[in-house]
């Protein structure tokens, strides 16, 4: 009894600081992602090289452990399926991100994702894959978690491209009164938000990929390489040839970023994997906004970013609002029982 007590701190111990660790991992690859796309290198090149990686990393653990759960054979449906959430997950998500990086900061990059779980309720809602009763509480209380995440971000979006007007000498500066706006932040925000729908519409497309091809790593493992390859193609229209990096940094670097950027986001990947099955999803959501943080004291240190309060208010209204939105998830999925379930059954509801 005493040694199960003991195991059980351990556990907890192990999950919170590990998850800690996590978001730290997490908000250092932004700011390592706004560095080297400070240098020049072309989102599209990062993406190419990091997803790759990916494949390579997760490839042999797929067949070891998920061999037994692929399909005899993939039907026209299935293999359609892949392609979309290779091109949303991969090409679009990742461009649109990396863009918004590029001409906003790291911590407003990990900020916005927090919109995700109000994002993906409201579409689940649309196609009926959510169950909504306005006469139920939890359901009204992640109507509104929904609505102050949407505000916070505007608000969030909004304040932190303006400026002083005295202190604006940008001609990409529009002035409105005694401030004024920051083109390029508010166009860096824009495609942060559309990257965050981008995401939350093929986490609802991969729910339901997972009913046909339940190997969640397998799943990821295919479409990170077809991903690759679509990114390649679209590079390929675009520029006319694929860029490298070269000479911006030596290739030779550039692979060893995206080897170690792999391995590592593997690692992040399987911990919150073996979170979630020993804790839940809801849990494991909790410690996203630490990222945030760290990310902002990050960014000040290194790049020398400056936040306004306005701006961090908003950040906080949206923060206040994913919680509402989570504690209405966890609410529902455990009304029925104490066991917890996988994030990956098909059977159960999306957000429960």
């Not at 918004?100 to 900020?111: D, N, V």
């Not at 894959?129 to 939890?138: A, G, R, S």
């Amino acid at each position: 009894m005493v040694w199960n007590k003991k195991k059980q701190t351990l556990e907890d111990l192990v999950i919170i600081v590990g998850l800690i660790m996590v978001q730290f991992v997490y908000a250092g690859n932004s700011v390592l992602l706004s560095y080297l796309m400070s240098l020049g290198l072309n989102p599209l090149t990062i993406v190419i090289f990091s997803t790759f990686a990916t494949f390579l990393i997760l490839s042999p653990i797929a067949v070891h452990f998920e061999r037994s759960k692929w399909p005899k054979e993939f039907r026209l449906k299935l293999m359609i399926q892949l392609v979309l959430i290779s091109f949303g997950g991969v090409t679009l998500f990742q461009s649109l991100f990396l863009k918004g990086i590029k001409l906003t900061s790291p911590a407003m990059a990990t900020a916005m994702p927090n919109l995700a779980p109000g994002l993906i309720f409201i579409i689940a809602w649309t196609l009926r894959l959510e169950k909504v009763k306005l006469c139920c509480v939890y359901s009204k209380v992640k109507i509104v978690g929904t609505i102050l995440c949407v505000v916070g971000a505007l608000m969030m979006s909004l304040m932190s491209s303006t400026e002083s007007a005295k202190e604006s000498k940008s001609s990409e500066s529009t002035p409105l009164g005694d401030m004024s706006f920051d083109k390029h932040k508010i166009n860096g925000c824009l495609y942060l938000i559309a990257a965050v729908f981008v995401l939350s519409s093929n986490v609802v497309l991969q729910a339901t990929t997972l009913g046909d091809f339940p190997a969640p790593i397998s799943l990821c493992a295919i479409t990170s390489l077809i991903g690759v390859i679509i990114t390649a193609i679209v590079e390929l229209v675009l520029n006319h040839r694929v860029d490298v990096g070269w000479p911006l940094m030596r290739l030779g670097t550039l692979i060893c970023y995206s080897i170690l950027g792999g391995a590592v986001g593997g690692a992040c990947v399987s911990f919150n994997g073996w979170a979630m099955k020993k804790r839940g999803p809801v849990h494991v959501a909790v410690f996203n906004p630490i990222g945030t943080a760290i990310s902002v004291v990050f960014s000040v240190i290194t790049l020398g970013d400056r936040f306004n309060l306005a701006s961090l208010a908003g950040m906080f209204l949206m923060f206040t609002g994913l919680y509402l939105v989570l504690w209405a998830k966890g609410k529902e999925g455990f009304r029925d029982g104490d066991q917890l379930e996988s994030e990956f059954d098909p059977q159960k509801r999306l957000l429960a």
